[in-house]
């Protein structure tokens, strides 16, 4: 079965350094996305990115958060300077098409990474 | 925004059937109601997705009533393995995921 994978599985980093999360979305998927989810607390959406450009994002996604597709198989998500409060798993997700309840257009995640800020 | 409303938490037991409904009033007409399983440090997976009626797969049913406001995720006989976090989503148009708090189901021996 296809999967979404995601590297690295953890990463420990200082505050204040930039870290670079991986991602290979499903071959034939044109849609992707990052969501985090602090322990403890809900999944939350932070960017939707279709066609090489972001089609949408969350208050989350500030100027600190960038996103990109530097070939055709890797999905990145750069956190250009980390903050404590950036401790969370960071789930890399893709889909086939929009949520648009046509069929059953599913988001496929990946086992995601587990970023600590120390 | 469409609002869905869980219970927390609910506890079974091997070899029953569980029952976890979801409240979602201000449903919009081209929404569908879509469930996710999360187990711990894992990310979401999808279950069902349906928008009215019943619709059945190989792991769990969906029941939709007549006025959509409201969904019934069903698992028969859930096993130690089906303890994870069950999401009510809505997937209407657009390209994000909005996921709540979901219910933990807990299955014991």
């Known amino acids: 079965e296809p999967e979404v994978t995601q590297t690295p599985s953890h990463q420990v980093t200082q505050m204040g350094q930039e870290v670079i999360l991986r991602c290979v979305p499903i071959?034939?998927?044109?849609?992707f996305y990052w969501y985090r989810q602090i322990l403890g607390q809900k999944v939350e959406f932070l960017v939707s990115?279709?066609?090489?450009?972001?089609?949408?994002k969350s208050e989350i996604f500030d100027d600190q958060f960038s996103v990109e597709r530097p070939d055709g198989s890797n999905f990145t998500l750069k956190i250009r300077s980390t903050k404590l409060e950036d401790s969370a798993m960071y789930f890399c997700?893709?889909?086939?098409?929009?949520?648009?309840?046509?069929?059953?257009?599913?988001?496929?995640f990946g086992q995601g990474t587990r970023l600590t800020v120390v | 925004l469409a609002k869905t409303t869980q219970p927390i938490s609910m506890d079974s037991y091997e070899g029953q059937e569980v029952n976890i409904t979801c409240s979602h009033n201000n449903i919009a007409t081209n929404d569908y109601i879509t469930w996710y399983q999360q187990f711990p440090s894992q990310g979401p997976r999808f279950i069902i997705q349906?928008?009215?009626t019943k619709v059945t797969n190989e792991v769990a049913s969906l029941f939709i009533p007549a006025d959509r406001k409201s969904s019934t995720l069903s698992l028969p006989r859930v096993s130690l393995s089906d303890t994870a976090v069950y999401y009510c989503?809505?997937?209407?148009?657009?390209?994000?995921?909005?996921f709540g708090t979901g219910t933990q189901l807990k299955v014991e021996l």
């Open positions: 990115f279709y066609n090489n450009e972001i089609s949408e």
């Open positions: 989503l809505f997937t209407g148009g657009g390209n994000k995921l909005t």
């Open positions: 997700a893709s889909s086939e098409g929009l949520f648009e309840g046509q069929g059953n257009t599913e988001a496929f």
């Open positions: 349906g928008y009215k």
């Open positions: 071959s034939n998927h044109l849609y």
